[in-house]
């Protein structure tokens, strides 16, 4: 199971942290990644990042730069910082583990088989 | 802009018929999708996916996938009132290692 937590509000140019706890397994099982994934309120889905238990990352081109994710494999859970945060941040937040997925030769993360139940953040 | 475009955007089935969802995109030539259900005010549901478009464990077998060249598909054969939902596809970026999310499609059943 997921589980997001963190502040339902922040405000214009914060820095926003969010982290998503793992139970009933381990972060450190070598065939899934973590990541995120916001949705504005009545848009669609918005994948922004995974991140490898081992500290590999990818992000949407389109946050890179505000985005970072992290692991921390001592507490079994990963978090995302978004810096610089605008309205147009708003939204639900969703963590899920993304099952391993394999790209001419490369590991790499595939399709989202568990998620967490989302956050809602208000930028204001 | 999305790299998978996702049509229609809404649509309406009668209790009992099937529906269609199609998802197209360069990297649908390279890579293979998956769907997602999100029913309202619920986390998404993955409930397709793969080169073989396999339902995992508790989807209806009512579910089906295909994919032919940039498109792929979800179908719902004898959709029922608990498929009314929104839809989404998702695959790796035609450039990048990111995945991309379509625009989503309504799905209403009457």
């Known amino acids: 199971q997921l589980q997001e937590s963190g502040p339902g509000l922040a405000e214009p140019s914060d820095t926003l942290s969010l982290t998503c706890t793992v139970s009933g397994g381990s972060i450190t099982a070598t065939t899934f990644y973590w990541g995120w994934i916001r949705q504005s309120p009545g848009k669609g889905l918005e994948w922004i990042a995974a991140?490898?238990?081992?500290?590999?990352?990818y992000y949407n081109p389109s946050l890179r730069g505000r985005v970072t994710v992290s692991v921390d494999t001592s507490k079994n859970l990963f978090s995302l910082h978004l810096n610089s945060v605008t309205a147009a941040d708003t939204g639900v937040y969703f963590c899920a583990r993304h099952r391993a997925d394999y790209v001419w030769g490369r590991q790499v993360p595939g399709r989202m088989d568990v998620w967490g139940p989302g956050t809602t953040v208000i930028v204001s | 802009s999305s790299d998978l475009t996702q049509a229609p955007a809404a649509v309406s089935v009668a209790l009992g018929q099937t529906v269609r969802i199609t998802c197209q995109g360069d990297?649908?030539?390279?890579?293979?999708a998956s769907w997602y259900q999100q029913r309202p005010g619920q986390a998404p549901v993955l409930v397709m996916f793969?080169?073989?478009?396999e339902r995992p464990s508790g989807i209806p077998a009512r579910f089906s996938g295909s994919s032919s060249g940039n498109t792929a598909s979800l179908t719902i054969t004898g959709a029922q009132a608990e498929d009314e939902a929104d839809y989404y596809c998702?695959?790796?970026?035609?450039?990048?290692?990111?995945?991309?999310f379509g625009g989503g499609t309504k799905v209403t059943v009457l």
């Open positions: 991140v490898y238990y081992r500290g590999t990352t």
């Open positions: 990297s649908l030539r390279s890579y293979f």
């Open positions: 793969g080169k073989n478009n």
């Open positions: 998702n695959c790796r970026a035609s450039r990048g290692d990111h995945l991309v």
